[in-house]
């Protein structure tokens, strides 16, 4: 008998999985426009780049909201403890980057005297004044963080695909958009 899968919500899981396809176009493009020579067009790829950034940055927070009032569901009972705290230690990891990483590229912006402005419709205000010294700082520290987000997102999807495919447990069925509600 098929044990019962007890899954995210709705919610939950479309947000996982916007951030998500949200991360694997951005990160891409954070590296592609970092090698292009100043341009109209390398100046349009910061754009979407800041774009997502923020949006990244807006469904964190929602997701973070959300959680305070939608506990996740409890990780199959056969995941040995260690398991567990090593999971909940990730994704705390993983959250803390989702919203650091934004805001570093926003500081960074603000350093650089750039201005974010949101889908081209509502600037934000500068975080910090204008300090080439300091903006390559923070583009360095901006940088850093995504490779470090980088290596945790494939922690995370080791992690699933272990538990799907070797373990054969319901951890990853609980987040997949399909699927049965049970």
Avoid: C
């Amino acid at each position: 008998m098929t044990p019962a899968i007890i899954r995210y919500t709705a919610t939950a899981i479309a947000l996982h999985w916007v951030t998500a396809l949200l991360l694997i176009v951005t990160f891409p493009l954070g590296v592609y426009m970092h090698g292009l020579a100043l341009s109209p067009f390398k100046l349009q790829l910061v754009s979407y780049h800041k774009w997502i950034g923020v949006t990244v940055l807006l469904l964190t927070v929602a997701r973070l909201a959300w959680r305070v009032k939608h506990v996740p569901p409890p990780l199959p009972e056969t995941v040995p403890l260690w398991q567990q705290r090593a999971a909940q230690g990730l994704h705390l990891l993983l959250f803390v980057l989702l919203l650091v990483i934004p805001v570093s590229g926003w500081l960074m912006s603000s350093a650089k005297g750039v201005p974010v402005v949101y889908l081209g419709l509502v600037q934000l205000p500068d975080l910090v004044g204008k300090d080439k010294a300091l903006g390559d700082t923070l583009q360095e520290v901006h940088e850093a963080l995504n490779f470090g987000l980088l290596a945790l997102a494939g922690m995370h999807v080791a992690a699933a695909l272990k538990h799907h495919f070797l373990d054969k447990d319901t951890t990853l069925l609980r987040m997949l958009p399909f699927g049965s509600r049970r």
